[in-house]
């Protein structure tokens, strides 16, 4: 596609259950984010894959979140036991992976709540 | 660790005034900068970047220099437009080109006719 895709747009959950949210880079971009934005706030860094592998975990708050990339493509984000406190919009990027400029592009996000 | 402090927001402006949106750092090694841009509606757009020290992005007459002694990548423009009013985020990037984006917390911008 054109773009990074991000699907559902939205996801309406209960406390408590497990939800996978779906990030489709742009293509032959090796480099794949997500990123937490808060109402209010500025985005904030979750995990970074090079290729499959995850290069950077650093920013899952704790072991309910967990991210795949298994082909080097798409991207799960996968949140168990979901908390009140987890609603908030999930964001992907993708990045050539190269050397150079490197610039990340983003999709529209995925507006998680959680009732 | 690294860290984006914007400017406390929202900004509202009438249509030609000048633009000034502060955007200051805390950070090591030699990051890089940009300026990134949500419309109503839209996801995150990049409207410019520095990469070095005294660096000037540009970019629909936008502007912001990295300034390294003033810890500093304030955004400016001459003259706003109705069409500017958007969400913008001022982000550092580690050393390194595949490294995380740090973003300060944004500031609404909303331009009167």
């Known amino acids: 596609g054109a773009g990074v895709s991000q699907t559902p747009s939205n996801k309406v959950t209960e406390k408590g259950k497990y939800v996978e949210l779906r990030c489709d880079p742009i293509s032959g971009h090796t480099a794949l984010y997500w990123y937490r934005q808060s109402l209010g706030q500025g985005p904030e860094f979750l995990i970074y894959?090079?290729?499959?592998?995850?290069?950077?975990d650093s920013g899952l708050p704790n072991d309910r979140f967990f991210a795949v990339r298994p082909e080097g493509s798409v991207s799960t984000l996968k949140i168990q036991r979901t908390e009140r406190g987890d609603s908030a919009v999930y964001l992907c990027?993708?990045?050539?992976?190269?050397?150079?400029?490197?610039?990340?592009?983003f999709g529209a996000g995925t507006r998680l709540s959680v009732l | 660790g690294n860290s984006v402090t914007q400017m406390e927001g929202p900004v509202t402006l009438s249509e030609e005034a000048f633009l000034t949106i502060n955007c200051t750092y805390t950070a090591t090694g030699y990051p890089s900068f940009f300026w990134y841009v949500q419309y109503p509606g839209e996801g995150l757009q990049l409207l410019l970047k520095?990469?070095?020290?005294?660096d000037k992005g540009s970019n629909k007459g936008f502007e912001a220099t990295y300034r390294k002694e003033t810890t500093s990548f304030h955004l400016e423009k001459g003259s706003v437009q109705v069409s500017d009013s958007a969400v913008y985020f001022c982000?550092?990037?580690?050393?390194?080109?595949?490294?995380?984006?740090?973003f300060g917390k944004g500031i609404t911008l909303s331009v009167r006719p």
């Open positions: 894959f090079q290729g499959t592998g995850a290069a950077d």
């Open positions: 982000a550092l990037r580690d050393t390194g080109a595949n490294s995380k984006l740090t």
């Open positions: 520095a990469t070095k020290a005294d």
């Open positions: 990027a993708s990045s050539p992976g190269t050397s150079g400029e490197n610039i990340q592009y």
